[in-house]
């Protein structure tokens, strides 16, 4: 099972959505381990987005996602970190795939709605940013039955 970062930006949670994204993770049969609700600092954003220091967008981007709550949650899966990035759709929001989150609920890169790492080593660097671990909880579903072949 793999574990990933998600965070529903605050143009996500102003809009209203933060019910409706979390519902996708989870009727795609991802399960939550841990969830909640924060304004970054800008310390803990320049952190989080550290490999993009120098960058044009750096600035404006630390500045946006400290600007209002976001909700943080970790998502465990088999694949889970893939399958997050597939149901977020392209980092563009204009060009994001209809059906993915950025393509149904957002137009434009910068408020794109939603975070999600892209890769294990991020992952992992990601999540223990925003949780302690014994804020991340080990548990089954009973649906886990239903969604995996091979138990
Ligand atoms: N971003 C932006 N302008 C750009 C590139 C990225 O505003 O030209 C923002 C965008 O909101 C994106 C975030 O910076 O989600 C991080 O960029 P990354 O390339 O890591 O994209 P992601 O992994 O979020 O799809």
Redesign the pocket.
């Known amino acids: 099972m793999e574990r990933t970062l998600i965070i529903i930006?605050p143009e996500g949670v102003q809009r209203g959505l933060i019910g409706q994204i979390l519902a996708r993770f989870e009727q795609r049969g991802l399960k939550f381990v841990g969830l909640k609700m924060l304004q970054m600092s800008p310390a803990l954003a320049e952190e989080h987005?550290a490999?993009?220091k120098g960058?044009?967008?750096?600035t404006?981007?630390v500045k946006?996602i400290t600007s209002g709550p976001v909700v943080v949650g970790v998502v465990e899966g088999r694949g889970a970190i893939k399958m997050v990035?597939t149901m977020?759709g392209?980092?563009?929001a204009a060009e994001a795939a209809p059906g993915t989150i950025?393509g149904d609920f957002a137009l434009?890169?910068?408020?794109?709605i939603?975070?999600?790492s892209?890769g294990p080593e991020t992952a992992a660097r990601e999540i223990s940013l925003f949780f302690k671990p014994e804020e991340l909880l080990d548990y089954r579903l009973a649906s886990e039955s239903w969604l995996y072949e091979e138990q």
């Open positions: 930006k987005y490999v993009h960058k044009p967008f750096y404006g981007l946006h990035r977020m392209a980092t563009n950025r434009e890169i910068g408020y794109n939603i975070h999600g892209d």
